[in-house]
């Protein structure tokens, strides 16, 4: 009698911490496809696909190796379609010494686990989760007796702890950060070389046959699946972005551009978290090439940055702050999302752009995530648990522990200030500034009031003046407050009317 070592979805890598020290004659590994984590949300076809996908051909591989791999498939008649009751099920089939599990991505996972060893009557180990730069303990240590918690400080604790781009005690380059030297728009000339694309293998495209009758309803399209669903193919799409996109990935790591959906992105969040590429592989891939001279640092501190700063800084907070964090809602937000967040017809061409590509690829990059979809639901004040929601549906790469900080902290402010000293709000000026969307738009970007002018416009000074109280206390916000107060009444009035019809059309309140 050996134990069950159990595998979750996002678990699919070679060293997880639940496989660690398995005896493949006696142990059997337990991996679960179930209804309820493909409908908890209503996750993107192409989510569940890359999943699944991914879950079947890393059991192919396990088992290559001679381990006993007990699987739950979907479409398996005697599949009750939950963690909890296919552990049990499973517990009652192998009648393991134990159970062994890495700590889920999600608190709500990890409380039913917790519950496990009671309802099974067998010990359940929780390992922790070593897939990451920083451990949990360190994140709290770290955070221990700070007023503030700020990304900058935390990342250069990292850049110290792993040594990346240091030199010696000090930042390679003489600075931690470049962040000033990522804000280009792209200039027509240049054109992106696009990602590498890994088109569906037999397996893939039964699994895809499989969602297309399951969950017909989701939002989004399932054709165009082109993610990797093997450890090796991740390592393929990490090599192309360092020798084809790298280099101008700091330049351009702001800007959109028309037709351009990836720019130079590195496209690898779904294989870092669905645990098919290590975050210090991808970190030291970058950091070679700068060493190698293919790279400009303002490129590669960019790329490390994002990995090793604000990947492990969200992680450290979601489970600092959970289960209270997602309950905040600090600006009282009470909208309803919009409809064209599902229609991707809201007649602004940045917004249709970022939420049309989303409904085909699951994809959006940083900024179209941040600043046009994020910021366009702070201003309008949509409740926190719709956008959560949504971005937790939408996107292939997205798990709670790094969606809900990104989204409830960054985007929307819900944790009123947690995560970032100040709101992103952003008028129009901002998209027009890093994109070519607003020369083709409908709506005139440099208009604050009438029918045709652009909504960013009116809803950003709505929400500065909805919230004028709150943010008076903010000196980050000293600047558009001081510029509303010169602002001419009629002005604000007739802003204030152009968004209610907006949003009234739109999302009314409930
Ligand atoms: P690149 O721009 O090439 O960046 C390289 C890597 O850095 C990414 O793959 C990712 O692992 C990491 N990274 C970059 N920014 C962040 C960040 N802010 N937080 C954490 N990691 C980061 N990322 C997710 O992985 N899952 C999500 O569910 C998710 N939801 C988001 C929601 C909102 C509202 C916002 C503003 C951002 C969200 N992000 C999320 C962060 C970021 O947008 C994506 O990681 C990135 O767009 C993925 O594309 P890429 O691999 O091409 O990234
Ligand atoms: C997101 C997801 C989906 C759609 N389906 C499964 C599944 O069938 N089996 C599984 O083990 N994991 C799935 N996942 C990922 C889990 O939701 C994820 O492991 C938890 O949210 C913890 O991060």
């Not at 040594?163 to 030297?181: Q, R």
């Not at 950091?287 to 190698?292: G, I, M, N, V």
């Not at 100040?422 to 901002?430: D, F, L, M, R, V």
């Not at 909805?466 to 010169?486: C, D, G, T, V």
Request: proline letters at 6%; hydrophobic letters at 40%; a neutral charge.
């Amino acid at each position: 009698k050996g134990a069950l070592r159990l595998v979750l979805g996002d678990q699919l890598s070679e060293g997880l911490s639940a496989l660690e020290g398995l005896d493949a004659a006696r142990d059997v590994v337990l991996m679960l496809e179930v209804r309820d984590e493909c409908t908890y949300v209503p996750h993107h076809p192409q989510k569940i696909v890359l999943i699944l996908s991914a879950m079947r051909h890393f059991a192919e591989a396990l088992r290559a190796r001679g381990v006993t791999v007990d699987y739950v498939a979907l479409d398996d008649p005697a599949n009750t379609h939950s963690f909890t009751s296919e552990v049990a099920r499973a517990v009652a089939r192998h009648k393991p010494e134990g159970v062994i599990a890495t700590h889920p991505g999600e608190w709500r996972v990890l409380e039913a686990m917790r519950g496990w060893e009671d309802a099974l009557g067998v010990p359940v180990e929780i390992r922790d989760d070593t897939r990451f730069l920083a451990s949990l303990e360190f994140f709290r240590r770290w955070a221990h007796g700070k007023k503030a918690l700020r990304m900058e400080f935390f990342y250069r604790e990292m850049r110290r702890a792993s040594g990346l781009l240091m030199e010696g005690d000090a930042p390679a380059g003489g600075e931690w950060n470049f962040d000033a030297e990522n804000r280009k728009r792209l200039p027509r000339d240049v054109i992106p070389p696009p990602p590498k694309r890994f088109p569906p293998d037999a397996l893939t495209r039964e699994v895809m046959a499989l969602v297309g009758r399951e969950f017909p309803r989701h939002f989004g399209s399932l054709d165009g699946f082109a993610w990797p669903v093997t450890a090796e193919q991740a390592g393929q799409a990490l090599d192309a972005f360092i020798t084809q996109r790298l280099p101008r990935f700091g330049d351009y790591q702001d800007a959109m551009a028309e037709g351009e959906a990836t720019l130079f992105h590195a496209l690898i969040s779904t294989s870092l978290n669905l645990g098919l590429l290590d975050p210090r592989d991808a970190c030291d891939a970058a950091e070679a090439s700068y060493r190698r001279g293919d790279a400009p640092l303002n490129a590669v501190e960019g790329f490390v940055r994002q990995i090793l700063g604000w990947r492990e800084y969200v992680r450290g907070l979601y489970w600092l702050r959970m289960p209270g964090y997602a309950k905040l809602n600090a600006l009282e937000a009470r909208r309803a999302l919009p409809e064209f967040y599902w229609t991707g017809q809201s007649g602004m061409r940045c917004m249709d752009a970022a939420l049309t590509q989303t409904r085909d690829m699951a994809y959006a990059h940083h900024i179209q995530r941040l600043m046009v979809t994020g910021n366009f639901a702070l201003l309008a004040g949509v409740a926190p648990d719709a956008i959560n929601e949504w971005y937790l549906a939408v996107y292939a790469d997205a798990y709670e522990w790094v969606e809900l900080p990104n989204t409830h902290g960054m985007a929307i402010h819900a944790d009123g200030g947690v995560m970032a000293s100040k709101p992103y709000a952003a008028s129009g000026a901002y998209i027009n500034r890093m994109s070519d969307h607003c020369g083709k738009c409908r709506f005139d970007v440099k208009g604050s009031t009438g029918e045709g002018a652009c909504p960013f416009n009116y809803l950003y000074w709505d929400f500065i003046a909805r919230h004028e109280r709150r943010f008076a206390s903010n000196p980050r916000m000293s600047m558009p407050l001081a510029n509303l107060r010169k602002m001419e009444g009629a002005k604000l009035q007739a802003m204030q009317a152009e968004a209610k019809r907006f949003l009234d059309k739109h999302a009314p309140l409930p």
